[in-house]
């Protein structure tokens, strides 16, 4: 045995020199070149991925979405939108430096409310096989963000391409308005993770003062913008015309000169994207020198990203350094004053001389916490589901609030300006309403309520023990985001028939058919999920096509259902007498929209029958 045992320590012995003369004549000799080594062997990985998923029958309606959607979408841009009319490039150019400012300020006021995980303590998005990749060796904390932000270098190319078939008719060079696009989306993500570092620094008082201070000022531009609009707003206008001013405040304030001053990095990149020189160097490089001044531009604007790049690292430090004397702050609190630690706990556990009693006394207060937990809701299956979904919605219960206060709103100012008794202006704004209401439902609900199975990717094998159907394992993941969408329908909807005054018919048709809407929008973003999962925080081309796609399906569903709409009141008031058109046109329409919707769900259960963890899971 000790021979055996000897021989054994002499071949572990082996293999560590072996492995550590590989690692002596290996050429990982710095960090980047490290990071070069995976990233090379992971952009292989996937694209080998990607191949199999043309191929593979599970994948073939995902597969068959993102090319007939990239097909489309290139066939459009050649074809009916370059027969639109040219736009002015400087408005191109405000929207590319001050509207990104504004999105900026968006994602501080959102990332300032947001909660994260506990061991998520900082906006560095890293999965479980990057932190044990790129975190857990031996690297300088800068080469992990600076990796963190070049992840998302091929989705930016990506977006910048779709977003040049639309644009490249309003601006002369399209080469230059591909770079400038990047660049300006680049550059923003930069931006976007200096703000987040800094977010991340401050501790819990300062954060309370920096949410006061952003609801203050997210209400004063609001209030501001809105006074604009309402008096520059011609009077007795359509709500056409309202938003149409409202667009026009919101780029007039884009291009305002303290928003320019903040888009300073941004400015060399969006003057590129429309070939315009740009000032100092104009006074340096004569205007017909184009060419050469959209080279100056793109070396200034790699410079600007150089320099925010730099900002960045130096931020993190301080982030990471404040973070921790914050910490040793409240260990040093919490040690003195243990005592108060030792009652806490002396009352929640009574202490006794006996052991069994003290036992007994601890297993009481379990069983009665156990009891305070438990409802009757939980005893039904779908009902523990449910539960679950309410008790995971209290931490973005904030997050929620706002994402539906403020499209609310929106849906319902045009009812605020007077008609001035033009006819069917009632009408009009009454429509804009229920479109709000409509648009708000399909765009903006979704992303605010990710509590479905978009949120379980990791726990879909614990998911699929539990002990429901399909059906019920559906029904209840929906239920929670789909009951929140409907309350936010009915809420607006109450609040615009009684100011409109509109009839009681239409607001009992519109009260039974959005909520068909709320489950079909919920089940066709997680059967695209199911069909083709990510993570929540995914980066990369197919998170770009699979955004597209989704806004390709709700834009027919606005189009189209409308239309169809109209088609059956009006095919009812021919075919059908008179006196059974309504009650027809009712029924029918209100069965249509819940075939459709009830579809829907049917097609989600499909995809949750089908989906195997084992092979769906995509790997970290």
């Known amino acids: 045995?000790?021979?055996?045992?000897?021989?054994?320590?002499?071949?572990?012995?082996?293999?560590?020199?072996?492995?550590?003369?590989?690692?002596?004549?290996?050429?990982?000799?710095?960090?980047?070149?490290?990071?070069?080594?995976l990233e090379v062997i992971r952009g292989t990985y996937r694209l080998q991925r990607f191949w199999n998923r043309l191929r593979s029958p599970r994948q073939a309606v995902a597969s068959i979405l993102a090319i007939a959607f990239v097909l489309l979408y290139i066939l459009a841009g050649f074809t009916i939108l370059s027969r639109r009319e040219v736009v002015d490039p400087s408005r191109l150019q405000l929207w590319l430096s001050g509207g990104m400012v504004l999105y900026t300020i968006y994602h501080s006021i959102k990332y300032l409310w947001s909660t994260r995980p506990a061991d998520a303590p900082t906006c560095v998005v890293t999965t479980p096989a990057m932190a044990l990749w790129i975190g857990g060796g031996p690297m300088p904390r800068r080469f992990v963000v600076l990796h963190d932000i070049a992840r998302v270098v091929p989705a930016t190319l990506m977006k910048s391409l779709l977003?040049?078939?639309?644009?490249?008719?309003?601006?002369?060079?399209?080469?230059?308005?591909?770079?400038?696009?990047?660049?300006?989306?680049?550059?923003?993500?930069?931006?976007?993770?200096?703000?987040?570092?800094?977010?991340?620094?401050?501790?819990?008082?300062?954060?309370?003062?920096?949410?006061?201070?952003?609801?203050?000022?997210?209400?004063?531009?609001?209030?501001?913008?809105?006074?604009?609009?309402?008096?520059?707003?011609?009077?007795?206008?359509?709500?056409?015309?309202?938003?149409?001013?409202?667009?026009?405040?919101?780029?007039?304030?884009?291009?305002?000169?303290?928003?320019?001053?903040?888009?300073?990095?941004?400015?060399?990149?969006?003057?590129?994207?429309?070939?315009?020189?740009?000032?100092?160097?104009?006074?340096?490089?004569?205007?017909?020198?184009?060419?050469?001044?959209?080279?100056?531009?793109?070396?200034?604007?790699?410079?600007?990203?150089?320099?925010?790049?730099f900002v960045l690292i130096r931020l993190d430090d301080w982030a990471i350094e404040r973070r921790h004397n914050d910490e040793q702050t409240q260990l040093r609190n919490w040690n003195a004053t243990p005592e108060s630690s030792g009652d806490e706990l002396r009352a929640a556990f009574p202490q006794t001389s006996d052991t069994t009693t003290n036992v007994n006394s601890i297993a009481e207060h379990g069983s009665q916490v156990r009891t305070r937990y438990q409802s009757p809701l939980t005893q039904w299956p779908v009902g523990a589901i449910v539960a679950r979904q309410l008790h995971c919605i209290r931490r973005y219960q904030v997050n929620v609030i706002v994402s539906f206060a403020i499209p609310m709103a929106v849906s319902l100012s045009p009812l605020l300006m007077p008609s001035n008794g033009l006819a069917g202006q009632v009408a009009k704004q009454w429509i804009f309403v229920i479109g709000g209401i409509a648009l708000s439902s399909l765009l903006l609900a979704p992303p605010a309520l990710q509590i479905d199975f978009r949120r379980d990717l990791k726990r879909m094998s614990l998911l699929r023990s539990f002990p429901l159907t399909s059906t019920e394992m559906c029904a209840g993941m929906l239920s929670v985001p789909v009951a929140i969408t409907i309350l936010f329908q009915w809420i607006t909807l109450a609040i615009a028939a009684i100011i409109a005054s509109v009839s009681l018919v239409q607001v009992?048709?519109?009260?039974?058919?959005?909520?068909?809407?709320?489950?079909?929008?919920?089940?066709?973003?997680?059967?695209?999920?199911?069909?083709?999962?990510?993570?929540?925080?995914?980066?990369?081309?197919?998170?770009?096509?699979?955004?597209?796609?989704?806004?390709?399906?709700?834009?027919?569903?606005?189009?189209?259902?409308?239309?169809?709409?109209?088609?059956?009141?009006?095919?009812?008031h021919q075919v059908l007498p008179a006196a059974v058109v309504i009650p027809v046109a009712f029924v029918g329409s209100l069965i249509g929209c819940w075939a459709v919707a009830l579809a829907a769900f049917a097609v989600l259960v499909r995809c949750w029958k089908r989906f195997d963890p084992a092979s769906d899971t995509p790997p970290d």
Not at 2 to 26: H, I, M, P
Not at 29 to 35: S, V
């Open 1 to 37: 045995m000790s021979t055996a045992y000897s021989s054994s320590l002499q071949k572990s012995d082996s293999t560590l020199r072996s492995l550590a003369g590989s690692a002596e004549g290996s050429t990982w000799k710095h960090p980047l070149e490290t990071i070069w080594h």
């Open 508 to 572: 009992g048709w519109l009260a039974l058919a959005f909520p068909a809407l709320a489950l079909l929008t919920f089940a066709v973003e997680n059967s695209l999920f199911l069909a083709f999962p990510h993570p929540i925080h995914e980066q990369g081309i197919a998170m770009v096509i699979r955004a597209k796609i989704t806004f390709l399906w709700k834009g027919i569903v606005l189009a189209f259902v409308p239309v169809l709409l109209f088609l059956w009141i009006t095919a009812c």
């Open 163 to 309: 977003l040049c078939v639309v644009i490249w008719r309003d601006v002369p060079n399209v080469f230059c308005l591909w770079l400038g696009v990047f660049l300006a989306l680049f550059t923003l993500e930069w931006m976007r993770r200096i703000v987040s570092h800094v977010i991340d620094a401050v501790n819990r008082r300062e954060k309370k003062l920096l949410r006061a201070a952003s609801l203050v000022i997210a209400l004063a531009l609001v209030v501001a913008l809105g006074l604009q609009t309402i008096n520059n707003a011609p009077p007795g206008g359509d709500p056409a015309m309202y938003m149409a001013t409202a667009i026009g405040e919101v780029a007039m304030f884009a291009s305002g000169d303290a928003v320019q001053c903040l888009a300073l990095p941004l400015q060399p990149a969006s003057h590129l994207a429309v070939s315009e020189p740009m000032w100092p160097w104009t006074t340096i490089i004569p205007a017909g020198l184009l060419p050469l001044h959209c080279a100056v531009l793109l070396l200034t604007s790699l410079v600007a990203i150089v320099l925010l790049g």
